[in-house]
């Protein structure tokens, strides 16, 4: 189908574009929570949770924004969305809200500081794999009868969504690694320079397994990405994988410290912009197309009124916060 510039499209574009921001600004802070039982001394783990102190709340403000959106602008598409996942996604707020907890009371709370550290290790954890697997239900596709959810209680739950899951934790992983290599300095930079080849290898390979099981799970997909002439302008998208992945490797390898980073943030871009291929332009995978999901257009210029308002307005406290905090974090220093 052509691509076709219409109010809907464009919101949908609004909503993937907050979802993306969502996936590679919170993706790091969930990744130093996963990663949060293997760096080593208390002191690293306060080092690391200092570099993310400044700005892992405000990272949350697109999840909103994008969930909010979702309700607002695409009602259909999130009355059929919710049923089909009502597990995973109570899952991940309650794990969001766990890990921030945790968060705040580990420093106020010294006494029982093990049980936080557990907590924000879980928290994190939690709802990363929720994520993974609220991402490969998506993809799979939900059962739609009469513009309404007609699947079961676990359809959610598969090999596939598992796999992604499991391809997410590993995501963030990398991201919450390369972002304390950024970061940090001493030892703990070192200790995150070994996991980053762990989470680095292992990333690339479950998403290269996601990304070969995706097209073979309709044949939808098998023609959008392999079909001629469309075969000619996805190839580039595993290609500049490629280069993300040299230019990782020869950041480690050479000391520049935000390449790895850099490069794991075009691995998760490109991955995103692969879904966006895939998908396009069905909200609820060959149930409900964007057009069929949208609300009425005269919600959707109000709404889109507001948009462009607020959007300008989280972006730029967004880039004002990382600007303040650029640098790297000493031991010893903190923002709380």
């Known amino acids: 189908m052509p691509f076709d510039l219409e109010l809907s499209t464009i919101w949908a574009g609004l909503i993937a574009f907050a979802v993306l921001a969502y996936v590679i600004l919170d993706g790091f802070d969930l990744g130093t929570g996963i990663l949060f039982p293997f760096l080593g001394r208390e002191k690293h783990r306060v080092q690391a949770m200092n570099t993310i102190a400044p700005v892992w709340d405000g990272n ?40 921030g907890v945790a968060f705040e ?9 093990k049980f936080w550290d557990i907590s924000f290790f879980f928290g994190s954890l939690v709802a990363t794999l ?20 007609a699947g079961g209680y676990f359809d959610w739950l598969t090999p596939f969504s598992i796999l992604t899951a499991v391809a997410l934790t590993s995501g963030y992983a990398l991201l919450g690694a390369t972002w304390l290599v950024m970061k940090t300095t001493g030892d703990l930079r070192e200790r995150a320079r070994r996991l980053s080849w762990i989470a ?45 992945s040299v230019l990782f490797v020869q950041g480690l390898v050479r000391g520049r410290d935000a390449w790895p980073f850099l490069s794991a943030l075009g691995v998760f871009v490109l991955s995103f912009i692969g879904l966006g291929i895939s998908l396009y332009p069905y909200m609820v995978p060959h149930a409900l197309t964007i057009a069929e999901a949208a609300a009425p257009d005269e919600s959707l210029w109000f709404l889109l009124a507001g948009a462009l308002v607020l959007l300008p307005m989280i972006l730029g406290y967004t880039a004002y916060a990382y600007w303040v905090f650029r640098g790297k974090t000493e031991e010893g220093e903190g923002y709380h």
């Open 130 to 149: 929720s994520q993974g697997l609220i991402l490969g239900a998506l993809v799979q596709g939900i059962e739609v009868e009469n513009r309404a959810y």
């Open 200 to 244: 680095g290898g292992s990333t690339l390979v479950l998403v290269g397994a996601v990304s070969l099981a995706t097209p073979f799970l309709d044949p939808a997909y098998l023609d959008r990405w392999f079909a001629r002439p469309n075969v000619f302008f996805t190839i580039w998208v595993p290609l500049a994988i490629g280069a993300a």
């Open 60 to 99: 949350e403000t697109w999840l909103v924004l994008g969930g909010g959106g979702l309700f607002a602008v695409f009602p259909l598409a999130y009355a059929v969305i919710m049923p089909a996942l009502y597990p995973p996604v109570i899952a991940m707020l309650l794990a969001l809200i766990f890990r």
């Open 105 to 113: 009371f580990r420093h106020r709370n010294p006494d029982h500081e």
